[in-house]
């Protein structure tokens, strides 16, 4: 593999985890399924996970 396509798909998982930081997986989670799993498939992820729950008790 190109080492520039090596170095997209680890920056688009950190972006994706920063994203997700507040969300159930947290950073590490969404960096790591994005990083294995593919950065469109962490996007996807992110889009459908709900807000952590620490989260969702300081909203009420």
Sequence with gaps: MN???ILLIVLFS???GF??????LGF???FFASL???PI???LLLII???A?????QRR
Excluded: N, Q, S
């Design 3 to 5: 080492l520039t396509i």
């Design 14 to 16: 950190l972006i994706i």
């Design 49 to 51: 996970a709900g807000p």
């Design 41 to 43: 498939f962490g996007l």
């Design 36 to 38: 294995m799993l593919t």
């Design 19 to 24: 994203f997700g930081r507040r969300k159930k």
């Design 53 to 57: 729950k620490a989260l969702e008790a």
């Design 28 to 30: 590490w989670g969404f």
